[in-house]
Nanobody, 125 residues
């Protein structure tokens, strides 16, 4: 079992930055692929970014490419999402997810086994 706790959300003006963190419990974090997804009110869950177990392979959603950066620190059991040049349309609850099924990054929510509770990100115009 893996327990994920997100932090770092908040209110920021358009053009600003935030860094989300997701700390995982357990001793096998380094073997999990990790992902970030988001869901805005009334909208479907959207893939944001994913990183493989080694941190080498990374995928981004088209809407965040060039603005967001995912990274991981296996020694700290933590994955990060650095969000720059934020836009009002980035407003959503951001969820961290871990996959014990695949070791490479995945854009598919169904391939993730564990999810955090989410952290709210609000970008004002």
């Amino acid at each position: 079992q893996v327990h994920l706790v997100e932090s770092g959300g908040g209110l920021v003006q358009a053009g600003g930055s935030l860094r989300l963190s997701c700390e995982a419990s357990g001793r096998t974090f380094s073997s999990y692929a990790m992902g970030w997804f988001r869901q805005a009110p009334g909208k479907a869950r959207e893939f944001v970014a994913a990183i493989g177990w080694s941190g080498v392979r990374i995928y981004y959603g088209d809407s965040v490419k060039g603005r967001f950066t995912i990274s991981r620190d296996n020694a700290k059991n933590t994955v990060y999402l650095q969000m720059n040049s934020l836009k009002p349309e980035d407003t959503a609850v951001y969820y961290c997810a871990a996959s014990a099924t695949v070791r490479g990054p995945s854009r598919l929510a169904g391939e993730y086994d564990y999810w955090g509770q989410g952290t709210q990100v609000t970008v004002s115009s």
